[in-house]
């Protein structure tokens, strides 16, 4: 299983950025996905889940209505669309890979940093 | 779902047997899992179904319990073993993660 993101960076509150997680090793399009993140120095939080054919997604309530998960089974490729940008979105966020159909977490990959700031 | 794990830190000795608690604020059957993170890394999957193991993980750690209480036991320390260990329910959404237990090397 080999999970890579990119699209991080540093934006201005405000602003929005859009992160990507190529997927490859396995079937992707068999699998649900989540999104966790991690401020500097604290815990692990949890960002969004997308079903394995994009019919549920599920999201914290920290990001509902800024933040859209979304998938391309074609590209093997996740994506996590990040709008209205704050300060406390600043982290690093990882994708992460469920195990069958149910939501659980078995692989994730090495993560991006996202920066908020002005 | 509110998940508190305990200690928050804990030092221990290469050789030494922990055991780091994990509470639900309410009932999540077995749907719990463990996980290590080293600095600068991505977290690692540990435990799933609250006491099955992920493959490739050794025996040494092994987890228990069910409802609302629910453990963490490493044994036979190593350096290796010195990390970060976060608890995560996965029986409802919003998913939550306990904030960690941070075990360190007396």
């Known amino acids: 299983v080999q999970l890579v993101e990119s699209g991080g960076g540093v934006v201005q509150p405000g602003g929005s950025l859009r992160l990507s997680c190529e997927a490859s090793?396995?079937?992707?399009?068999?699998?649900?996905m989540h999104w966790v993140r991690q401020a500097p120095g604290k815990g692990l939080d949890w960002v969004a889940f997308?079903?394995?054919?994009?019919?549920?997604?599920f999201y914290a309530d920290s990001v509902k209505g800024r933040f859209t998960i979304s998938r391309d089974n074609s590209k093997n490729t996740l994506y996590l669309q990040m709008n209205s940008l704050r300060a406390e979105d600043t982290a690093v966020y990882y994708c992460?890979?469920?195990?069958?159909?149910?939501?659980?977490?078995?692989?994730w990959g090495q993560g991006t940093l996202v920066t908020v700031s002005s | 779902i509110q998940m508190t794990q305990s200690p928050s830190s804990l030092s221990a000795s290469v050789g030494d047997r922990v055991t780091i608690t994990c509470r639900a604020s309410q009932g999540i059957s077995n749907f719990l899992a463990w996980f290590q993170q080293k600095p600068g890394k991505a977290p690692k999957s540990l435990i799933y179904s609250a006491s099955t193991l992920q493959t490739g993980v050794p025996s040494k750690f092994s987890g228990s319990g069910s409802g609302t209480e629910f453990t963490l036991t490493i044994s036979s320390l190593q350096p290796d073993d010195f990390a970060i260990y976060y608890c995560?329910?996965?029986?409802?959404?919003?998913?939550?993660f306990g904030q960690g237990t941070r075990l360190e090397i007396k």
């Open positions: 997308i079903r394995f054919d994009g019919s549920d997604k």
């Open positions: 090793e396995f079937t992707f399009s068999s699998y649900g």
């Open positions: 992460a890979k469920t195990y069958g159909s149910g939501s659980r977490i078995d692989y």
């Open positions: 995560q329910q996965y029986y409802t959404y919003p998913i939550t």
